[in-house]
């Protein structure tokens, strides 16, 4: 986006602060000051997660996402919590009623958290190879750039439906996290730590795999780590008006790794950490003025298996800054955000070159090569696997700029208007980045005594072995941007019992040049007049975010075959291999999710019990198609062609206040939900669209398209939370009980249709079969205690008890295509130890 727009844009924003600021010259203690509140039906899509009950949550990492747990809108995956990787780090991934869990938005203070450069990469599974093990990986990051703790945050919204047209980027839900700002009453400060280990961790393991996980032969069989996580915070107040808080979060895991055949072991590390400057000032008028400036790395350091100086170093996150001004005029209120932020998903090898060497040759040892990767000690020839794959990276920057105005409710004739407007540009900056020439060896080497190499080939031993051949990636920048352009109106209107929010959200982007209109319309009814019976329903249209991987990964895989006839000679470079397939994004929408909705609120005793049925239609989901052009080179062009389709039925009762007794002080709320979700092109954005294929589903022939979705498709959960605290002895004890119904997996295999009938009915062809894998109900219970030991004067001394699993439940959670593969259990029972100093 030019400069000069974007200048223009921000002098915009502050004229017309500006401008408010001079209408409310005058302002003084007698004006009104009028209260605006959430439309009812909004408000029934949405969830208010606060500090207090943020600290007094059952919790592992402390994830963003993990505080998702208590919705029951939201769909976890069916490998969240996988046994077999309790030293990871990276925060989960969810759905909200069956839609990508890619398609998320995640906002901190108002700007977007999103990674939108390859956010569903490796499926969004952990048990995947990570990026790096090839050298045409694109680098991701997760669906989220910075992985903060909730430690940081003051308050989280989550809209899962009827969601406010000032939210766009999704077609999923929406998750907004409002970080901590200065306490101006006093200084107080902060330090923590809590850990966690194997030795704390009960694992169940399918015997099939029980030796191989102890001697953590996989990359991601982790029967030893070790979790430690630190936080300092300080508040000062400067003045009643002025005031800051720094905050640091470091969490590390430390994740020991066995080399079967290397017979050696290495450390492989999980690091994220975020340090956090914020500064408040509060004008005499109410006005607010707010300046953030926060970084966020994390890094995962990662081994190849039997592979000598074959590490790798993933390391994403950024740095953000953004300033917020609130101001208070006699008409409303107007944010005005302007932020920068820079994300980098960045790999690392050890070596820029990878190499297959013999280590033995027809029995005779290579007295350079003194490792083995393959074989045992009877193999007569045996090879020895060497280095990486360079240096690469993708970066992000953008640049945004705000408004939002909320107006005071106006009255028309008998109805009462609640206006909402703004709008919104961002400009991203995107790059790919291969900083050298990395070479890969092609075949076997050449075994010769007489080998004479030449001074620095990397691919030659003298007196033993060279190679004839090669492949080189050569260095490569790819550059890519765009500009999201939205704005939005919304008008609540109230007539008597009747309440009515319409509104629309306009975008548009010059990366796929599609202007889209976005719908939102929801009502509620108070049946009686008496705020004990509301009935609601929506019908609302939500537009995904842009993703830029496939403007970076354009001609990733390019590639020269490099040859020569001895080792004394030079390489012979060959032409340009585009026999690998590049991408062509042309001609796409962007994909949308249209949604209804109904239920009903009704208030019982001093309870509330809210029902209700959401139904989402996901189009225009991008899936992916091949082609093969004029010259010879193969393309995937994305389209158009994929869908989700999602039910969801929920159940949440609630009390009114807190119940209190003489030493105790109780509250608890429970939910339930059924789900039945469908999705087409079953997994990521990337995976070729096969919805026409035909399979047999349930013993019924359909399309692919027409399947339930394989994951994030739990049928049945409920939940029910207890929160005791008896505030005498500075005690709280929070126990949340869940309940999962037994989902399935499936195993697949190859059906010969011949149109004769059974199943196949008179359809001729293959089919792919799938069998159900059935996995057990089960119940979880997790604890969390905390106590405060007050010190002197206004310190204390805080301890805290997390027990995950309590009674150490075995929980089937996943199963690959195969029937004979092993199964994987979720987490058995964890003990996470805390302790903080406050004041």
Known sequence: MNKSVYTFLVFCALVNTAYAEEKTAGFDEQDTIIVRSTPTSQSMGTQIITATQIAKMPTRNGSVTELLKNNPNVQFSNQADNGNTPGELQPENVSFHGEKFYQNSYLIDGLSNNNTINPGANNGELSNSPDGYSPTDLPAGGTQSFWINSELIASAEVFDSNISAKYGGFTGGVVDAKLKDPDLTKPSGRIAFRTTNDHLTEYHVDDRISEAFEQATSLYYQPKFNKKFYTASINQPLSDQAGIIFSYNRQTSEIPSYHSILGQWEDQSRKSESYLLKGNYLFANGDTLRATAMYSPHESTYVKKDVQEGAFTNTGGGYRLNLEWEHLANWGKVNSLIGYQFEENDIQHESDYFVSWYSRYQNTASKTINWNSTGTSSTATRLGYYGGYGHFATQKSSLTAKQDYALNPLQWGQTQHQIDLGWNVENYSARYQRFNDVVVSRGTPTWSSTTVCQSGDVLCISGEQYFKSRTLYPARLVKGNYTNYAGYLQDSMLWKNLEVTAGVRLSYDDYLSNLNISPRLSGSLDVFGDHKTRLFAGANRYHAQSLLAY??????????????????????????????????????????????????????????????????????????????????????????????????????????????????????????????????????????????????????????????????????????????????????????????????????????????????????????????????????????????????????????????????TAIESYKSTTLSSAITYKTGRQIWLGAAWNW
Do not use: H
């Open 551 to 808: 403007k970076l990964r354009q001609g990733i895989s390019e590639n020269y075959t490099q040859t020569r006839t001895s080792a004394s000679t030079a390489w012979t470079t060959g032409s340009l291999n585009k026999a690998s397939y590049d991408y062509d994004i042309s001609n796409l929408k962007t994909p949308y999710s249209d949604e209804l909705n109904l239920g009903i609120a009704q208030r019982i005793a001093d309870t509330i019990w809210t029902l209700k049925y959401v139904n989402r239609q996901g189009r225009d989901q991008f899936g992916r198609s091949s082609t093969t052009a004029v010259d010879g080179q193969k393309y995937y062009y994305l389209t158009n062609d994929g869908k989700t389709k999602g039910n969801t039925v929920s159940l949440t009762i609630e009390p009114i206040s807190p119940y209190q007794f003489k030493y105790l002080d109780l509250t608890w709320n429970f939910a339930a939900n059924y789900s039945n979700n469908k999705s087409s092109s079953q997994s990521y954005y990337d995976v070729s669209n096969t919805d026409e294929n035909m399979v047999v589903f349930n013993n019924k022939l359909m399309q692919r398209g027409d399947m339930d979705a394989l994951d994030y498709n739990t049928p049945w959960t409920a939940f029910f939370n207890v929160d005791m605290s008896v505030p005498r002895w500075n005690f709280n004890w929070t126990q949340r009980l869940g309940y999962t119904s037994g989902y399935k997996s499936y195993s697949t295999s190859t059906l010969i249709c011949d149109g004769t009938g059974g199943v196949c009915g008179s359809y001729v062809g293959n089919a792919t079969l799938y069998m159900p894998v059935k996995y057990n109900n089960y119940v979880s219970y997790d604890w969390r205690f905390s106590y405060i030991k007050p010190m002197f004067k206004s310190q204390s001394l805080e301890l805290t008890l997390d027990v995950m699993n309590v009674f150490n």
